[in-house]
């Protein structure tokens, strides 16, 4: 038996979204929420328009006019960098405070064990529990009651800590399978019961009808047009129509219907295919990046699992498990009201390697759902349902996400932009080049995507819309290959891109269906001009940002609140020299129209942030603290590390961030 090096114990494991898939460069060198049902009646209940309407209002004012919103007021003092090695805990900005809410193992279902700190609970005990790295989040208010609500959590993957001795493997080189068990158990969403509680403090509600967890072990409905599809078929689900379970759900979204969107992002790095050769004409893996080593790219799942073996087998119907790979990658709508509910998953959104799923909706009830596809070189999309919302008919919405088109971005250099439609029959997509149908072109999004010639982004990741005036606003995190495998353009301008940017989207006429926008970058990160590295040199040009206010890198998170201040989250490697600068992850508050910008929070170290989320008077906001690296939330420099949601309130009761 061998375990993983105690230096492991502590450590993320490895995340392989920077590996660069995208060929095609080479060649071109390219709250509203919540409705909110009655769970125990399962009827479709209107007051969940009571939110909707809330921003519909605010919206009415400016979709459609160049009106600007007015600057969102941020009263806070901002907080110093942290760059204590050993620093490990959140700080918040003078007049706030932070708290623990919920961790990694804490019970969630009825009838769970309690988390053991030296992390024996088993397989069956974690099922119960709430899984690791938390990601993105919502919260649901219930139907005329602001003060009690259902929050939605991601757990993405899993680190080391989740086991007493970190990954195990046994003398043939495979995992165990009470272990592999676990870390299925461990991903996936958690959906728990909160309450104000007397004192006007946000606690949980245990137990609860409502508290549920889905992981990979969850069976799943398939919908669109990839039911039935033989690019579905496996000797486990032959008609095609149902899967088991979800894959590192990363950040999310929502619908004005009150369903929770939970996005399947690295899921490639859990399949291998063997069959280098079948594997060379196989868009579906290859242009994914599944591994075709001895194992999957991460945990080893392929060696004890067999559905996570993608090689071919003909000896079995429908080849084995060739097309389980297929079945990753889409969006998961959950409904959190109704507990008994199947999530399904809605392949016309297509598949890649999906960070998010941010809504937008116009006051007609016209939709849209941006997306970035988080990979070197990799594109933006948006989703448009073809019917809109219609509050008036709350059962049709449920089929909303069923039909529309989805789109790829294409980012000029004068400023404008296309949305590429990646509809069958379209510019090239055609059978001749692999695409005899829309399922192919919606499998394979990411070739389809090349044919039309979208733009290759710095690793998009979040996207959030601003509730006042609809613009996009787009993290494209960082990308070290830019300048090498991909070419500097308008919208990614730096070459080895460490500390990222975000960029803005105007659709025109503010209208989420349409096909042409304008563009701007929001905010390049990175240091001060005349800053210092760690060994006291100047900082190169290519690392220095065009922040207003206080410095930061590789933004990830994206979230406005109800006025407007856009939160940003960041994720990068705070031991990385480059980062000496910049100290611990954190959460910044952006005002959209002066750019000005104010760290707001610092977490521990190792961490990133990711996921945020309010409740409906924006007086509390939660942030998700993922694979802190010391001890956290303990912060007793022994007790195993653990992802934690964190509720922030104001000390004087007032709405976050003025
Ligand atoms: Fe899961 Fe790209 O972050
Ligand atoms: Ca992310
Ligand atoms: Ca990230
Ligand atoms: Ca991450």
Request: proline letters at 6%.
């Amino acid at each position: 038996m061998t375990h993983s090096t105690s230096s492991d114990f502590h450590q993320r494991l490895a995340s392989y979204d920077d590996e660069a898939i995208n060929e095609t460069q080479e060649k071109s060198l390219n709250n509203i929420a919540m409705s909110r049902r009655d769970v125990l009646k399962g009827s479709l209940n209107a007051a969940a328009l009571g939110f909707l309407g809330l921003n519909l209002s605010s919206r009415l004012a400016f979709a459609g006019d160049n009106a600007l919103p007015p600057a969102p007021y941020i009263g806070f003092q901002h907080i110093q960098p942290r760059t204590d090695p050993l620093f490990d805990e959140v700080v918040v900005a003078d007049g706030y405070q932070a708290k623990a809410f919920f961790s990694w193992g804490d019970p969630v279902e009825t009838g769970a064990t309690k988390w053991k700190a030296d992390a024996s609970n088993s397989w069956q005990e974690q099922l119960k529990q709430a899984g690791d790295n938390h990601d993105g989040m919502h919260f649901f208010a219930f139907p005329n009651d602001n003060n009690r609500g259902l929050m939605v959590i991601n757990h993405e993957y899993i680190n080391a800590t989740l086991h007493t001795d970190g990954l195990s493997y046994d003398e043939q080189g495979k995992r165990l399978l009470d272990d592999v068990k676990k870390e299925q158990a461990a991903h996936g969403v958690s959906v728990i019961e909160v309450k104000k509680d007397s004192q006007g403090e946000w606690q949980r509600v245990y137990p609860s009808l409502y508290n549920r967890r889905i992981s990979t072990l969850t069976p799943m409905k398939v919908s669109g047009s990839l039911t039935g599809h033989d690019l579905f078929k496996t000797v486990s689900d032959p008609n095609a129509i149902e899967i088991i379970g979800t894959l590192n759900n990363c950040s999310n979204g929502f619908t004005p219907w009150g369903t929770y969107l939970a996005c399947e992002e690295n899921w490639h790095n859990y399949f291998v295919n063997h069959d280098k050769k079948d594997y060379q004409s196989r868009v579906s893996h290859k242009r994914y990046g599944i591994s075709t080593g001895k194992q999957d790219n991460y945990y080893g799942w392929s060696t004890i699992d067999k559905r996570f073996d993608a090689t071919p087998d003909d000896s079995l119907p429908h080849q084995g498990y060739v097309n389980e790979p297929n079945r990753f990658g889409w969006v998961v709508e959950i409904d959190p009201f109704d507990p008994q509910s199947k999530p399904v998953k809605r392949t016309a959104f297509g598949r890649f390697c999906r960070e998010c799923v941010a809504p937008a909706m116009a006051e007609n009830g016209q939709l849209a759902f941006y997306s970035g596809d988080d990979t070197k070189g990799e594109y933006v999309y948006k989703f448009v349902p073809s019917q809109r919302f219609d509050k008036a008919d709350m059962q049709k919405n449920r089929d909303l996400l069923d039909e529309g088109t989805l789109y790829v971005g294409r980012f000029n250099d004068d400023g404008t932009g296309r949305w590429l439609p990646l509809v069958h029959g379209n510019e090239g997509l055609t059978a001749e080049n692999g695409f005899p149908s829309q399922a192919e072109v919606l499998v394979n999004a990411r070739a389809a995507a090349d044919i039309l010639g979208a733009t290759p982004m710095d690793r998009p990741e979040w996207a959030t819309v601003n509730p006042h005036n609809l613009d996009v606003y787009v993290s494209l995190t960082n990308n070290n290959k830019r300048g090498k495998e991909f070419e500097l353009n308008a919208a990614n301008p730096r070459p080895n891109n460490r500390h990222g940017q975000i960029i803005k989207i105007m659709e025109d006429q503010a209208d989420p269906a349409a096909t042409t926008f304008n563009w701007s970058l929001f905010v390049l990160a990175g240091e001060k001009a005349g800053s210092t590295d760690a060994k006291g040199q100047p900082v190169p040009a290519h690392l220095v940002g065009d922040i207003q206010g206080d410095i930061f890198s590789s933004p990830d998170g994206l979230g406005f609140d109800r006025d407007g201040r856009l939160w940003i989250l960041t994720d990068y490697d705070d031991e990385d020299p480059v980062m000496v600068n910049m100290g611990c992850n954190q959460v910044l508050c952006a005002n959209p129209q002066t750019q000005e910008i104010k760290r707001f929070l610092v977490g521990p170290r190792g961490c990133e942030l990711t996921g945020i989320t309010w409740s409906p008077d924006y007086k509390a906001m939660w942030v998700n603290i993922q694979h802190p690296g010391l001890s956290y939330p303990a912060s007793d420099g022994q007790t195993r590390p653990r992802s934690t949601t964190v509720l922030i309130t104001k000390n004087d009761g007032g709405v976050i961030g003025t």
